[in-house]
């Protein structure tokens, strides 16, 4: 995993302090108190993140502060630092389509499994969360995919409204950021594969908060409907406060004002993505326990043959990611335009890259099939006697 305190040593204390404004997933601090912690491990600068997440009083700012960081003006700041920092980050997280052969080359004589995460994967981040389609390319693209590799949509978003989204029955579905997984009708068949997946049991760990998620979300939309461009969102299994289209000088108003509807619910936590603001049950379960539920309901788990390929953008994807790092078998890929902190191997821009990766992926597997040796060359694939494909 990339962290902090190498980037730090690299590139020096002015380029600390740009990756402390580059960085929306670590609350700023000066370039002295960054250069200082330079030598701490990844777990402290987790440890730091997440005690600026706390709900008292005195951590709203710090909370505040992480929020404003998100912000793209924000990260315009110091761009000759920043584009120094890209360059280290780069080396560090390639671009998956660079380094397009050595995935495919790690996937020899294994079944890849693909997870992919929804909004600012498959489709762009937009204003409006209920205006987020993915494009008919794009839903091609993953629908080639499918008849190909078991894949899965993992989401925070409600399942049903992801589901309405993509409109793919062949796939797996985790909403709630994976605390509600249900699997095709019938396992499906994918083309001239010796594996074939086990269809997977619907699962809801936190069925227990239904009614709990549903007070609250009602109190969220009282509280915050005097915010300009608040909107909160139901998702079943949790709560989402997004303020993407609120003014940045309401931000501190906004935080406080959900802090005081989920300071009254201890069983429940908040968690930070893009220009959104997560609430959910404490219950040990995330996108990496989706990702493991799935292989072993799948019947993947204790396989060496299997190659899982994760495709997130969010905070939240990076529990999947850890999963496949510590598990030391699969390939975490981040979809991101700026260096962020992540365990993820690889990297990607935005969901036109995330369509690239997967259409080269199913060109590969159908040349490979044919028992053709393939090259990449020029966005084209290229068979054993150069016709092109």
């Keep these: 995993m990339t962290n902090q305190n190498v980037i730090v040593q690299e590139m020096g204390m002015v380029v600390a302090a740009a990756v402390a404004n580059s960085y929306p997933c670590l609350p700023p601090r000066s370039c002295c108190g960054a250069a200082a912690h330079a030598g701490g491990s990844a777990m ?39 584009d120094d920092v890209n360059t280290v980050w780069m080396r560090k997280h390639p671009s998956a389509l660079s380094k397009f052969e050595q995935i495919v080359s790690a996937s020899k004589g294994k079944q890849i499994v693909m997870f992919l995460d929804y909004d600012g994967t498959l489709s762009p981040i937009v204003d409006d969360p209920d205006s987020a389609f993915m494009s008919e390319s794009m839903r091609a693209a993953v629908r080639d995919a499918a008849s190909y590799f078991p894949t899965a949509i993992v989401s925070g978003r409600c399942r049903d409204k992801v589901y309405d989204f993509v409109k793919l029955t062949e796939l797996y579905y985790a909403g709630s950021h994976g605390m509600d997984i249900r699997g095709p009708a019938k396992a499906p068949k994918y083309k001239k594969s010796k594996y074939q997946a086990n269809k997977a049991p619907n699962h809801q760990p936190a069925s227990e908060f239904l009614s709990m998620i549903e007070e609250v979300f009602k109190r969220l939309v009282e509280t915050t409907k005097s915010t300009p461009g608040a909107k909160v969102e139901n ?42 603001l997560e609430i959910r049950p404490t219950i040990k379960w995330d996108k990496g326990k989706a990702l493991e539920f799935l292989l072993e309901s799948l019947g993947f788990a204790d396989r060496r043959d299997v190659l899982p390929v994760y495709i997130g953008d969010d905070r939240t994807d990076e529990d999947a990611f850890k999963v496949l790092r510590d598990r ?62």
């Design 44 to 82: 402290s600068i987790k440890k730091s993140f997440l005690s600026s997440l706390e709900l008292s009083g005195a951590r709203v700012n710090a909370w505040v502060e992480s929020m404003k960081a998100s912000s793209p003006t924000h990260a315009k700041a110091l761009a000759s630092s920043i």
């Design 235 to 276: 998702n079943k299994f949790c709560a989402s406060v997004h303020f993407r289209c609120v003014d940045e000088k309401y931000w501190s108003d906004l935080a406080d004002k959900v802090k005081s509807v989920i300071k009254e619910y201890p069983m429940l936590r908040i968690t930070q993505g893009r220009k959104v």
């Design 328 to 389: 030391g078998q699969g390939i975490g890929i981040l979809v991101s335009k700026h260096p962020k902190e992540t365990k993820a191997a690889y990297s990607l821009k935005e969901p036109t890259e995330v369509m690239d990766f997967l259409t080269r992926l199913v060109d590969w597997k159908r040349l490979t099939l044919n028992d053709e040796p393939c090259v990449y060359k020029d966005k084209i694939w290229v068979g054993p006697t150069s016709t092109v494909r």
